[in-house]
T-cell receptor, first 111, second 112 residues
Framework: DAKTTQPPSMDCAEGRAANLPCNHS???????VYWYRQIHSQGPQYIIH???NNETNEMASLIITEDRKSSTLILPHATLRDTAVYYC????????????FGQGTRLTINP | EAGVTQFPSHSVIEKGQTVTLRCDPI?????LYWYRRVMGKEIKFLLH????????ESGMPNNRFLAERTGGTYSTLKVQPAELEDSGVYFC??????????FGNGTRLTVT
């Protein structure tokens, strides 16, 4: 699976949009971009995933560049409860492949 | 629907003892995964079941760890004998075919 690169930490003010970047320059054509987060003492929580089109759900939006080498997760109106470690993961769907976690980005939402 | 359930939530055992962790996946999910996070490290994959078969066990650290999924429903992960370095949080996840993985809240294992 392709590796991803994320900043180790970010801060965002409550109520503002949080934009979390991820680089995945070696992504293959059959690999999806997944985002998970882990809030302290809980299990990783699925947020969103996409192949090449931008995606939006009730939690977030995912913007994937046209060359697919990078993406941005957007939390439109961050709240204190969004403080967590966010993981960008590239995953092949064939064979229900495992997720490979990196260090992630520690996002802190400040009041 | 009920989520992935793990038992116990916490376990404290002495070095050399045996511990068995249990995971109940979401009903109907054929894929079941075990992960663990040791202190200060990344979340690491241990193994992947498809129904009762081990699809990928490349992450199992050594033969002190034994995972089973008899009948393709719940799974157990036994550590025997436990060592100090086995301390950490053990997560279970399940998925249906190629859907996203859904994780439980983990079992925090402390070996003293």
């Amino acid at each position: 699976d392709a590796k991803t690169t994320q900043p180790p930490s970010m801060d965002c003010a409550e109520g503002r949009a949080a934009n979390l970047p991820c680089n995945h320059s070696t992504i293959s054509g059959n690999e999806y971009v997944y985002w998970y987060r882990q809030i302290h003492s809980q299990g990783p929580q699925y947020i969103i995933h996409g192949l090449k089109n931008n995606e939006t759900n009730e939690m977030a939006s995912l913007i994937i560049t046209e060359d697919r080498k990078s993406s941005t997760l957007i939390l439109p109106h961050a709240t204190l409860r969004d403080t967590a470690v966010y993981y960008c993961i590239v995953r092949r769907l064939q064979g229900a492949q495992k997720l490979v976690f990196g260090q992630g980005t520690r996002l802190t939402i400040n009041p | 629907e009920a989520g992935v359930t793990q038992f116990p939530s916490h376990s404290v055992i002495e070095k050399g003892q045996t511990v068995t962790l249990r995971c109940d996946p979401i009903s109907g999910h054929d894929n079941l995964y075990w992960y663990r996070r040791v202190m200060g490290k990344e979340i690491k994959f241990l193994l992947h079941f498809v129904k009762e078969s081990k699809q990928d066990e490349s992450g199992m650290p050594n033969n002190r760890f034994l995972a089973e999924r008899t009948g393709g429903t719940y799974s157990t992960l036994k550590v025997q004998p436990a060592e100090l370095e086995d301390s950490g949080v053990y997560f279970c996840a399940s998925s249906q075919q190629v859907s996203p993985l859904h994780f439980g809240n983990g079992t925090r294992l402390t070996v003293t």
